[in-house]
């Protein structure tokens, strides 16, 4: 894996939004795998900023987003529905239709997650997956002992992820338990994996997923056995990596 580490969050942003603009200029037609989180939020307003100021043109390209809470409908604010609309979406011209993000009001997830799996298989995979890291060194919702090879499914969410969020919600009672989520291995069949985290809350995951051992200890680890993957690190995410000291 290749490892960027910048000055700051806004040059991990910029960098990061000049690869997936590269990405739909090089393929109208790219599929995109989209984060949700706070992380991606600079790489997001580049990205509109290209669209605006230099006609960054997402009218052929088909998203695929990681995860969404069980049981939050598309219009609660906390629900990565809603985050994507309001963060990206209403602010581009990706077409409706083209739009993918886990459905956390499925009566039936299992059937759910299998047409999420094949509607990614038949729109011809995704080129290119944007990642986030939790705390706990999750990719997605795929919690420590995900299995390494998982599909997309429902997974409970661990003690400390819970925690996190639960500064989006009134309470960390509030937070879902349970979410829907691409699995590690729906995540590895991408062709182009980046992944962005910066501050110091993530230098230990960071860490645990460049230079620890493969492990679903720590899922995000498993981006060590994928051919094309870009970390893209602010100095304080960075801190704890030895290759960072050589
Ligand atoms: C959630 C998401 C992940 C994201 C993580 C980190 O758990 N499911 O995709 O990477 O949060 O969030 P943040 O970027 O806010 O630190």
Redesign the pocket.
Known sequence: MEIIIQENYAAISQQAAAVVADAVRSRPGTVLGL???????GLYQELIRLHREENLDFSQVTTFN??EYVGLPADHPQS?HYFMHENLFRHINVPAENIHIPDGTTSDCPAFCESYEERIASSGGIDLQI?????DG????NEPGSSLVSRTRVET?ARQ?IE??AR?FASADDVPVH?I?MGVGTILDARKIIL??N?A??SSAVAAAAEGPVSSKCTASALQNHPDTSFFLDTEAASQLQMADE
Not at 35 to 41: E, F, K, N
Not at 131 to 135: A, T
């Open positions: 984060a949700t989180g706070s992380t991606p939020l990681l995860d990565y990642l986030g890291i939790g705390s999750h990719i997605a919702f969410l992820t996190d969020n989006f979410a989520t962005l985290a501050g809350n993530k």
